[in-house]
Nanobody, 125 residues
């Protein structure tokens, strides 16, 4: 069974950068869109970014446009999220997920059927 594992989280100061990685255990993920979501305490899970299997199409949530960049390396079964100019509002647990359903919108978490365990990102002022 395929698994997704996030890494790269940690604590960083305002304005700093982090690079998150999402590693898959099988090449199955190469055939699907991979998304990054985040969830802060007391808030709903929020779409952050997504990348299609061919890497030619990427999507970003409004709150991270211009600051975050998603990329993937199918040879390594990996997807990355480069996060720059971080603010305290970016503090959350970040999850990567594989889109398994194509019946709705890419930013809906219900479209994704395989999730990692999450990695904590904390931005301190």
């Amino acid at each position: 069974q395929e698994q997704l594992v996030e890494s790269g989280g940690g604590e960083v100061q305002v304005g700093g950068s982090l690079r998150l990685s999402c590693s898959a255990s099988t090449p199955t993920s190469n055939r699907n869109t991979i998304g990054w979501f985040r969830q802060a305490p007391g808030k709903e899970r929020e779409f952050v970014a997504g990348i299609m299997e061919n890497s030619l199409t990427t999507y970003y949530g409004d709150s991270v446009k211009g600051r975050f960049t998603i990329s993937r390396d199918n040879a390594k079964f990996a997807v990355y999220l480069q996060m720059n100019s971080l603010t305290p509002e970016d503090t959350a647990v970040y999850y990567c997920a594989e889109r398994r359903y194509y019946s709705g919108n890419y930013w809906w978490s219900s479209e994704y059927g395989q999730w990692g365990q999450g990695t904590q990102v904390t931005v301190s002022s």
